[in-house]
């Protein structure tokens, strides 16, 4: 149990760390796949 515990103090700040910069990192990176297939339906209307 105390091993369990250490575990948690060890890692739980570097987890929830990481959790939270994931979490804001997916939003951008939907944000930018969205703005790339705009940019690629804006590229095909002007071929045609």
Known sequence: MEQ?????ANYGFPMVIS?????RIE???EKLA???QD????LTA???
Request: no cysteine; glycine share 4%; net charge positive.
């Open 34 to 36: 969205v703005s790339i």
């Open 46 to 48: 002007l071929k045609q």
């Open 27 to 29: 939003t951008k990176l």
């Open 39 to 42: 940019l690629s339906n804006t």
């Open 19 to 23: 959790m939270y910069l994931l979490i």
């Open 4 to 8: 369990l515990l250490g575990y948690a």
